[in-house]
């Protein structure tokens, strides 16, 4: 382990042109070989032969790193191509959405696949959950009741209880019991007298700052206790990058840029009903002067809010909307010890929109305000139109995304973020800024813009998929979509161990890479990207704590 761990880390520091330039050659020796036998039919074609089919994958954020994840894993050639230096460096994931508790107005079954996407992909990425509960507080000045959200919390139970009696593996969020609690103005008032515990174990104990700094004028009873974790983006950058380079069929091209996808043999091209099997993809890699070319026998859009500039070389008509939010990182180090995550619901968009405390080890707090003033923007929410399937964001934004924030505005946006939360959680206000934030444009496929539970779109003629996750639990179901898409498509056959290793999360990456490697690579990916290398640590980890053994709270 000890020499896997420093080969790892090394490779986290420099996964980059070195290593292009070694699978740029493995390209052409590759494209050899193919050419050799591209004139076979695929009746003709062994089992080898098959699992030497191409995808590409553009974009390498969680969407696309999840898909290549999968396919690697059934040996298909699988290319990343991904502009940024790493993988997963885009819009953030801080909740794992496991029953989607943030979003009051989203639909039951929503709720439900977000649960079941949440549990799989947990699975897939054990390292990156920080276990600890999330409080959700209605409050007073809002026309909802907590009641209201108890008939969605049972079903959510039960849903999760269906879970663990298909596999008790999945038995990730603590008892089904315990899914959620309910705590009363009186149990709170106890609480706040109790002494806080740096380290809770207990739900209880988790409660108590809740207790003692929420401002309880301010917020209707009961407060609702839901074991809904959070998810570190660096671990989950860091998971995937070591998944990846265990596998041999993996070819990960960081720093590269897709410039132009043309279809190879398009029969028909004319018709609307034309079919596509190949593709060429034009790429650039930050330390070559050219553009190089890939065919590839299927391709996959995962670019992200970006998708629409695919869809239009690709020439798919598609309706979408893309948003740009941020939330902004501050340190409060009067917390006493660990505490749950926040969430003050409120009306979206308004400025009494939702307000998330979102923690993170080392007194590291992440703040979004779903206010104009704080997490949204007054002309962040942008629309496709005929023209293109790419909806314009105002440059102002894309310049954040393309080069960071600016710091004046980023400084007023976290101190209001601050003020924000402190209205509930009073010494908050003591918290300080520090200059930095996770952001970024999420797309959202249609026109609803509540949508949350989206995955990909598959254009099967055309042998073309487009990942469009909202929430990037949904990446692993999408993946599936596409290996379904594939066996049908006669590129793979889905029939095999390898396969059947996925539905029992059996990674090969896991085997491997234990919560030390992981914490390695994920610090300098943290620090690398501006963040305090604390940030990517998680103070309870999924397989050192299960929250099986907390006890609810007494009556
Ligand atoms: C503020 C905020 C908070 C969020 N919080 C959560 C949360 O708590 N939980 C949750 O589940 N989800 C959350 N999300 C949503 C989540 O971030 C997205 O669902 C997820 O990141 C989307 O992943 P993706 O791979 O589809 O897109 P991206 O992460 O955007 O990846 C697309 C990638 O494609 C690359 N790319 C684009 N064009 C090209 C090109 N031409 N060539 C090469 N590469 C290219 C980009 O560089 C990028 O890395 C949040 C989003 C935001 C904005």
Same mark, same amino acid.
């Given at each position: 382990?000890?020499?896997?761990?420093?080969?790892?880390?090394?490779?986290?520091?420099?996964?980059?042109?070195?290593?292009?330039?070694?699978?740029?050659?493995? $390209?052409?020796?590759?494209?050899?070989?193919?050419?050799?036998?591209?004139?076979?039919?695929?009746?003709?074609?062994?089992?080898?032969?098959?699992?030497? !089919?191409?995808?590409?994958?553009?974009?390498?954020?969680?969407?696309?790193?999840?898909?290549? +994840?999968?396919?690697?894993?059934?040996?298909?050639?699988?290319?990343?191509?991904?502009?940024?230096?790493?993988?997963?460096?885009?819009?953030?994931?801080?909740?794992?959405?496991?029953?989607? @508790?943030?979003?009051?107005?989203?639909?039951?079954?929503?709720?439900?696949?977000?649960?079941?996407?949440?549990?799989?992909?947990?699975?897939?990425?054990?390292?990156?959950?920080?276990?600890?509960?999330?409080?959700?507080?209605?409050?007073?000045?809002?026309?909802?009741?907590?009641?209201?959200?108890?008939?969605?919390?049972?079903?959510?139970?039960?849903?999760?209880?269906?879970?663990?009696?298909?596999?008790?593996?999945?038995?990730?969020?603590?008892?089904?019991? @315990?899914?959620?609690?309910?705590?009363?103005?009186?149990?709170?008032?106890?609480?706040?007298?109790?002494?806080?515990?740096? =380290?809770?174990?207990?739900?209880?104990?988790?409660?108590?700052?809740?207790?003692?700094?929420?401002?309880?004028?301010?917020?209707?009873?009961?407060? +609702?206790?839901?074991?809904?974790?959070?998810?570190?983006?660096?671990?989950?950058?860091?998971?995937?990058?070591?998944?990846?380079?265990?596998?041999?069929?993996?070819?990960?091209?960081?720093?590269?840029? +897709?410039?132009?996808?043309?279809?190879?043999?398009?029969?028909?091209?004319?018709?609307?009903?034309?079919?596509?099997? !190949?593709?060429?993809?034009?790429?650039?890699?930050?330390?070559?002067?050219?553009?190089?070319?890939?065919?590839?026998?299927?391709?996959?859009?995962?670019?992200?809010?970006?998708?629409?500039?695919?869809?239009?070389?690709?020439?798919?008509?598609?309706?979408?909307?893309?948003?740009?939010?941020?939330?902004?990182?501050?340190?409060?180090?009067?917390?006493?010890?660990?505490?749950?995550? =926040?969430?003050?619901?409120?009306?979206?968009?308004?400025?009494?929109?939702?307000?998330?405390?979102?923690?993170?080890?080392?007194?590291?707090?992440?703040?979004?305000?779903?206010?104009?003033?704080?997490?949204?923007?007054?002309?962040?929410?942008?629309?496709?139109?005929?023209?293109?399937?790419?909806?314009?964001?105002?440059?102002? *934004?894309?310049? *954040?995304?393309?080069?960071?924030?600016?710091?004046?505005?980023?400084?007023?946006?976290?101190?209001?973020?601050?003020? *924000?939360?402190?209205?509930?959680?009073?010494?908050?206000?003591?918290?300080?800024?520090?200059?930095?934030?996770? *952001?970024?444009?999420?797309?959202?496929?249609?026109?609803?813009?509540?949508?949350?539970?989206?995955?990909?779109?598959?254009?099967?003629?055309?042998?073309?998929?487009?990942?469009?996750?909202?929430?990037?639990?949904?990446?692993?179901?999408?993946?599936?979509?596409?290996?379904?898409?594939?066996?049908?498509?006669?590129?793979?056959?889905?029939?095999?161990?390898?396969?059947?290793?996925?539905?029992?999360?059996?990674?090969?990456?896991?085997?491997?890479?234990?919560?030390?490697?992981?914490? !390695?690579?994920?610090?300098?990916?943290?620090?690398?990207?501006?963040?305090?290398?604390?940030?990517?640590?998680?103070?309870?980890? $999924?397989?050192?704590?299960?929250?099986?053994?907390?006890?609810?709270?007494?009556?």
């Amino acid at each position: 382990m000890t020499d896997n761990f420093s080969k790892n880390a090394s490779q986290a520091i420099l996964h980059d042109a070195e290593s292009q330039n070694t699978d740029a050659q493995d $390209i052409d020796l590759k494209e050899i070989e193919f050419s050799e036998t591209k004139l076979d039919t695929v009746a003709a074609a062994t089992k080898d032969e098959l699992s030497k !089919k191409r995808v590409g994958i553009l974009g390498g954020g969680t969407a696309g790193a999840t898909i290549a +994840i999968r396919l690697a894993a059934l040996g298909l050639e699988t290319y990343v191509f991904e502009k940024k230096k790493s993988l997963i460096d885009g819009p953030p994931m801080c909740h794992l959405h496991a029953g989607g @508790n943030l979003y009051r107005e989203i639909p039951d079954e929503d709720c439900v696949a977000l649960l079941k996407q949440c549990i799989d992909i947990l699975r897939l990425y054990p390292y990156t959950i920080d276990v600890r509960p999330t409080v959700f507080a209605v409050p007073t000045r809002d026309e909802g009741l907590p009641e209201d959200l108890l008939p969605r919390l049972d079903i959510l139970t039960d849903a999760y209880r269906e879970l663990i009696a298909q596999d008790s593996n999945n038995k990730v969020l603590g008892e089904p019991e @315990n899914y959620y609690q309910l705590y009363s103005h009186e149990q709170l008032i106890a609480l706040s007298e109790r002494e806080q515990v740096a =380290i809770p174990s207990t739900i209880d104990e988790w409660v108590i700052p809740v207790a003692k700094y929420l401002d309880l004028n301010k917020v209707k009873f009961p407060l +609702i206790v839901v074991q809904e974790y959070g998810w570190n983006i660096f671990r989950l950058a860091a998971s995937a990058q070591l998944a990846l380079e265990g596998y041999e069929h993996a070819h990960v091209f960081t720093n590269t840029e +897709i410039k132009q996808v043309m279809p190879v043999d398009c029969e028909n091209c004319t018709n609307a009903d034309h079919h596509v099997t !190949k593709w060429r993809v034009d790429y650039q890699q930050a330390s070559r002067s050219q553009p190089e070319s890939i065919e590839v026998d299927y391709l996959v859009n995962a670019c992200g809010f970006r998708t629409g500039v695919i869809d239009d070389m690709v020439g798919v008509k598609v309706e979408r909307m893309v948003e740009f939010k941020s939330s902004y990182i501050t340190h409060w180090g009067d917390a006493g010890g660990q505490i749950p995550e =926040i969430i003050v619901y409120g009306s979206r968009g308004t400025p009494e929109g939702m307000a998330q405390l979102t923690p993170y080890p080392g007194g590291y707090f992440q703040i979004h305000g779903m206010s104009k003033a704080i997490t949204l923007f007054t002309d962040g929410l942008v629309a496709s139109d005929k023209a293109s399937a790419q909806p314009q964001l105002p440059p102002q *934004y894309v310049h *954040y995304i393309e080069d960071g924030w600016d710091k004046a505005p980023l400084q007023a946006r976290s101190q209001q973020a601050i003020e *924000y939360v402190a209205e509930f959680v009073p010494t908050f206000n003591s918290a300080r800024t520090v200059g930095n934030a996770l *952001y970024g444009g999420q797309q959202i496929p249609g026109q609803d813009d509540t949508l949350r539970v989206a995955d990909v779109s598959l254009y099967s003629n055309i042998r073309y998929a487009r990942a469009e996750n909202v929430k990037a639990s949904s990446t692993l179901i999408a993946a599936d979509q596409i290996v379904n898409e594939l066996t049908t498509l006669g590129l793979i056959d889905n029939d095999t161990a390898e396969n059947r290793s996925r539905y029992a999360h059996d990674w090969a990456y896991l085997a491997n890479n234990d919560s030390l490697t992981i914490d !390695k690579v994920a610090r300098v990916l943290a620090e690398d990207r501006g963040f305090p290398a604390a940030m990517a640590d998680v103070n309870h980890s $999924i397989r050192a704590m299960a929250l099986e053994n907390l006890t609810p709270a007494q009556p």
